[in-house]
């Protein structure tokens, strides 16, 4: 019965569906871009150094158990309200499992690899480039996996400082009771979630070289 | 040639230099081993000759260039090099891992696929069955044969050989020296071969460099350090059996014999060393065997004497030079 209700919602307001459900997309994915262009070099910068990568990995690793709605939260006072400052702590919130995979990826690949590569002429940023991304390229991914997860079930906080996606509807649902409306936000938003984990699981499979 | 002039290397946070003054002249088409116990800078001295290492004094001149005058890059891309885990790329075919150098230093696919198909061959690896092959798929030793082929692939003059069967079974180790020594020969490459074990040493090196401490105890001919070990060190680490190392490195029909009368019944292929004919003779319990040829024609006769005559001509060797 609920169901029924829910799609007549959808049908009764296609405008506001598909607005909504285009911000939640845009937004994760935004968000998810922005933090794998920042926490991917970061990462692999880090695996070259010694004393910075302690420091920003246990940073990192501090990030990475802060609860989703605290850091939206701790954004609003900051930043205010609306896209811009959801985006912020979105991607805050996928910086460090993209990071700490970047960052672990690169620290495995096994020494004498590398010492072979730079024995016969590579430049570093051959190595990284020919020899240490491409190895590690199933850890990274499953950073951005994860992190692809976190920010699409993430997004639906957004709504709490106004910047949309389907969580409008979980939020407004449960502000009047009304649980038709509340399945309209939470059914996509967890098949969205569902979706980017597969999505990304095949991407890392298709991406891994044959010989690893 | 290669000239290693007084080199220096002390790493942070240690009592001692790594490599402590030495020098040392590598010639052209030669296999140098440099050996010597854990900690007595062998690698050290190899690692500095690509650059991987840079050193705190002292210079290294390849073929009369100083090799700090060239970009490291450069200098490795035309310096063969091989290590003991061997360090394919994971990610890349056979084919690819061959040929790493030739494409950094941008050569035509065509030339790139002619010459790994080539070495393939050369290392005994049948190109049309292991080119698209990834490493996993390959036992240690094949992979050794790859590493070697990747090392060969720009036919660079100079070979650098960190101890590359180190990681090997003894019955493929003693294949893979055997094999890679007359490839090598062939190819007219200078070497330097980094190993501990001396066996290997004697067996693969036109030259020894026996190191202790960062400092050269003794550079000869393997023959030379058997039969006249430069002090109680070196002798101590060729190890007792000396003298039937040595037998292994002298051929029969340098001991052979004219025999005017009936040949020995016991037989003893010319291509074979002493040590080989002193086994044949404890073996059948005789004193002296017909060495014959290819051919099984009779060439000569072996005695016990000649054999103890060539065990016991060790010529006094002078010590070698220590440089201040």
Known sequence: MLLVEAWQFIVAHPDRFFGALLTHVTLSAAALALATAIALPTGVWLAGTRRAASIAIATANVGRTLPSLAVLALVMPLLGTGFLPSLFALTLLALPPILLNSYTGIRQVEPEIVDAARGMGMTRGEIVRKVELPIATPVIFAGIRTAAVQVVSGAVLAAYIGGGGLGDFITAGIAMMALPQLLVGAIPATLLALGADQLFGRLQRALTPKGL | ?324
């Open chain 2, 1 to 324: 040639m290669i000239d290693i002039i007084g080199l220096v290397k002390q790493f942070p946070g240690t009592a001692r230099p790594a490599v402590d003054h030495l020098t040392l002249t590598i010639a052209d088409g030669e296999v140098c081993v440099l050996i010597g116990p854990s900690g007595c800078g062998k690698t050290t001295t190899m690692r500095v000759i690509n650059r991987m290492i840079e050193p705190d004094a002292g210079t290294v001149k390849v073929r009369g260039r100083d090799i700090f005058d060239i970009d490291p890059v450069s200098l490795r891309r035309s310096i063969g090099y091989v290590i003991q885990q061997v360090g394919l790329f994971p990610h890349w075919t056979i084919a690819e891992n061959v040929a790493t150098v030739p494409r950094l230093l941008g050569w035509k696919p065509a030339k790139i696929r002619t010459r790994t198909d080539e070495l393939l061959t050369l290392v005994g690896m049948a190109p049309e069955i292991y080119r698209d092959r990834v490493p996993r798929e390959l036992s240690g030793g094949q992979k050794q044969r790859v590493g070697v082929a990747r090392a060969l692939a720009a036919d660079p003059p100079v070979m650098l050989m960190d101890e590359p069967f180190g990681a090997l079974d003894p019955i493929t180790r003693a294949r893979l020296q055997g094999e890679f020594l007359n490839i090598l020969r062939g190819l007219k490459k200078t070497i330097v071969f980094v190993t501990h074990d001396i066996d290997e040493a004697i067996r693969m090196g036109d030259r020894i460099a026996i190191l202790k401490d960062g400092a050269l105890v003794q550079y000869d001919t393997p023959e030379r350090i058997l039969a006249a070990p430069a002090d109680s060190f070196v002798e101590a680490f060729v190890g007792a059996d000396r003298a039937l190392k040595r037998l292994s490195l002298i051929p029969v029909t340098s001991a052979c014999e004219p025999w005017p009368g009936t040949p020995p019944p016991n037989t003893i292929a010319a291509e074979a060393s002493l040590r080989d004919a002193l086994a044949r003779m404890l073996e059948a319990d005789v004193d002296r065997l017909a060495v014959v040829d290819a051919d099984e024609r009779f060439v000569g006769a072996l005695t016990l004497q000649a054999i103890r005559a060539h065990s016991a001509d060790a010529a006094p060797v002078a010590r070698i030079q220590r440089f201040p």
